[in-house]
């Protein structure tokens, strides 16, 4: 039997994320949902309780645990692209999206420190802005 992908061209890696937004300047706002999307999926597998708007800043507490699955190309070992979707939200209604980012995971597949990245944040009203804390734990 031929096979394409063998199984140790496949990683799957845990990754520890902190979020928080910045520059939240829309009124009327006092709470934000955060949900990460698979792209390859399309469905949310994680949904952030609502964080409240403080002085323009929206933070969430508690980290989160998202497991990434990679394939690694046999012939020059990279990892092949596993875009997420950060998609704020208000939490009202499916309409009440804020804004969204990306993050290419296999850019963090083998970071040995924690990664600090700044995102703007597409679709928004506002200069709001995504701050994620991505940490690889195995």
């Known amino acids: 039997m031929f096979r394409w992908r063998s199984e140790k061209n496949k ?8 979020f928080h937004v910045t520059q939240v300047e ?3 706002l006092d709470s934000l949902v955060l949900s990460i999307v698979p792209g390859d999926i399309g469905k949310p597998t994680t949904r952030l309780e609502k964080a409240v708007i403080n002085n323009g800043v929206c933070k969430w507490e508690n980290p989160v645990y998202e497991s990434v699955k990679f394939i690694r190309d046999a012939k020059n070992g990279k990892f092949g692209e596993r875009v997420y979707y950060f998609v704020i939200s208000t939490g009202l209604s499916k309409a009440s999206t804020f804004g969204d980012v990306s993050v290419d995971f296999a850019d963090y597949a083998e970071a040995a420190k924690i990664s600090s990245v700044s995102l703007p944040i597409k679709n928004s009203h506002s200069d709001a802005v995504l701050h994620v804390s991505i940490q690889r734990l195995q």
């Open 26 to 28: 829309q009124s009327g």
């Open 11 to 18: 990683v799957k890696t845990i990754f520890k994320l902190h």
